[in-house]
């Protein structure tokens, strides 16, 4: 892949989760948003694979964690907004 794409997946990531913050920050979504988690999730891809490129291997595993946190937080989410109804 050439380093072009993996700078554009560095800022566009890099984009998302400031954004997400900003808008956190500011009020405008709360936490357990699907947007904000969703810029989180997507945010930590671009940034793990453009620090993986560069071998900045420590910003790389914050970005893989960052990236199983927001996957965890949408499953919640998720969840919480389509229980399962069960019948007995």
């Given at each position: 892949m050439s380093a072009l794409y993996i700078d554009i997946f560095g800022w566009a990531g890099s984009a998302a989760?400031?954004?997400a913050y900003a808008l956190i920050s500011l009020n405008?979504?709360?936490g357990t948003?699907?947007?904000?988690?969703l810029?989180?999730?997507?945010?930590?891809?671009?940034?793990?694979i453009n620090t993986a490129y560069y071998r900045a291997y420590p910003?790389?595993?914050?970005?893989?964690v960052w990236l199983?946190?927001?996957?965890l937080a949408l499953i919640r989410?998720?969840?919480?907004?389509?229980?399962?109804t069960t019948s007995t």
């Open positions: 989760v400031v954004t405008r979504v709360q948003s699907r947007l904000y988690q810029l989180n999730l997507l945010g930590s891809i671009g940034l793990a910003s790389t595993l914050v970005n893989i199983f946190i927001a996957a989410i998720t969840r919480t907004a389509n229980p399962r």
